[in-house]
């Protein structure tokens, strides 16, 4: 649902206007204001300017159609976290997929609602069941924390990044 403050209204959205599915898991906006949702069926992207909704599932490389996570990097790559298949890293610009997991240095293959967040040095940070995890692009190389690195304990929901570059 969005609230429009200065008319004072509400319109929801739902899977009569477009969305692949009812139950959104998480939300982003990019930098065109496009917004994009995670679903259990798949990621739901809508341009409001051509009012047009494009549908992504594996069909068109998702590893998982459970999205339960959404991170946007430099406004064309995006970083899809599933409910047990690990991430999906999408570059708009040149159309390729990429699945990370386990067996790519992922701390856990389940990613918890919302728990991507991109980094002003474009480190991508991935909250998951069982640690977190950094992904470095320029690099392509993943680090991952766990409980005896520090964390107070296992599940990682939420990841902040001060204006200091601290996680």
Do not use: C, M
Request: glycine share 12%; charged share 15%.
């Amino acid at each position: 649902s969005h609230y429009d403050p200065i008319g004072q209204t509400w319109q929801t959205l739902s899977t009569t206007h477009g969305l692949v599915d009812n139950y959104v898991q998480d939300v982003v906006v990019d930098h065109n204001n496009e917004l994009w949702f995670a679903t259990r069926y798949g990621v739901s992207h809508f341009d409001p300017v051509q009012q047009t909704w494009e549908t992504i599932t594996t069909a068109d490389g998702l590893v998982d159609n459970n999205v339960l996570a959404i991170g946007i990097q430099d406004n064309h790559i995006f970083w899809f976290g599933t409910n047990g298949n690990g991430v999906s890293r999408y570059d708009r610009t040149t159309g390729l997929w990429n699945t990370f997991d386990t067996s790519n240095g992922l701390a856990h293959n389940s990613i918890p609602l919302g728990a991507i967040t991109v980094a002003g040095d474009g480190k991508i940070w991935i909250g998951t069941l069982y640690g977190v995890s950094s992904y470095d692009s320029v690099t392509n190389v993943w680090h991952s924390i766990y409980v005896g690195d520090g964390l107070p304990g296992n599940t990682v929901r939420t990841i902040f990044i001060h204006d200091n570059g601290s996680v």
